[in-house]
C-alpha cells in the first residue's frame, strides 16, 4: 500500500513561513509525479505546486508563485513545499499527492492557518 506521509503544518501569522513536508516510498518518489494540492473550507481541492518525475520540472499556481517553492530530497524519499509570505487565503488542509500511469495516491493532509 502506497503511503505519503506529511508533517510541517500549523499556525503562523501573515508574512510568516513554514515548510510542508511528503516521505514516500523510493519507488514512488523516483517515478511518480510529486505535487501539492490545498484545499479551504466550502471551495475545491486545488493544485499548488507539481514536481514531476523524471525532469524535476516544477510547476505553480498563480496564487503562489514567486511564495512557495517545490523540492526534493533524493536521500530522504521526501519533497518539501517552502511556503513563504503567507497570507490568510493560505488556510487550507495540504495535501501531498503522488500520480502517474492513472493512478494517484493521497497524503492524509495537514492543516496550515495564517492568522494574527
Not at 498563480?62 to 513545499?81: C, E, P, Q
Request: glycine share 10%; net charge positive; with cysteine.
Amino acid at each position: 500500500q502506497v503511503q505519503l506521509v506529511e508533517s510541517g503544518g500549523g499556525l503562523v501569522q501573515p508574512g510568516g513561513s513554514l515548510r510542508l513536508s511528503c516521505a514516500a516510498s523510493a519507488f514512488i518518489f523516483n517515478n511518480y509525479d510529486m505535487k501539492w494540492y490545498r484545499q479551504a473550507p466550502g471551495k475545491e481541492r486545488e493544485l499548488v505546486a507539481t514536481l514531476s518525475s523524471p525532469g524535476g520540472i516544477t510547476a505553480y499556481a498563480d496564487s503562489v508563485k514567486g511564495r512557495f517553492t517545490i523540492s526534493r530530497d533524493n536521500a530522504k524519499n521526501t519533497m518539501y513545499l517552502q511556503m513563504n509570505s503567507l497570507k490568510p487565503e493560505d488556510t487550507a488542509v495540504y495535501y501531498c499527492n503522488a500520480a502517474q500511469w492513472g493512478l494517484s495516491h493521497w497524503g492524509q493532509g495537514t492543516q496550515v492557518t495564517v492568522s494574527s
